[in-house]
Nanobody
């Protein structure tokens, strides 16, 4: 069984940066898509970014393009998200999720909140103005 553990959240001022980490442990397939979602208070969970284990291809939500960068170290089953130029609107609990035997596509980010089954417990990011 795959387990996901996120870390790296915290409190930062607007314009600042944070780096989130997610470690996948357990028996995970060689081919998978892994990525980040977030849920702000009173809002639905939304996709942020994903990355493929095979070729490192990525997909970003429009709201974070140019500010967030997702990367991974397959040997460590770890995915990172570097978040720069943070805005108060980025305040949310950030969750890691994985979908095995598929690659990262827009569907993962745009619709994954509805069908993905493997989630971490989340890490809170608060951006003050």
């Amino acid at each position: 069984e795959v387990q996901l553990v996120e870390s790296g959240g915290g409190l930062v001022q607007a314009g600042g940066s944070l780096r989130l980490s997610c470690v996948a442990s357990g028996s995970i397939a060689d081919v998978y898509a892994i990525g980040w979602f977030r849920q702000a208070p009173g809002k639905e969970r939304e996709g942020v970014a994903c990355i493929s284990s095979t070729d490192g291809s990525t997909y970003y939500a429009d709201s974070v393009k140019g500010r967030f960068t997702i990367s991974s170290v397959n040997a460590k089953n770890t995915v990172y998200m570097q978040m720069n130029s943070l805005e108060p609107e980025d305040t949310a609990v950030y969750f890691c999720a994985v979908d095995e035997k598929v690659s990262c596509t827009g569907s993962f980010v745009l619709h994954g909140n509805k069908y993905l089954a493997l989630w971490g417990q989340g890490t809170r990011v608060t951006v003050s103005s």
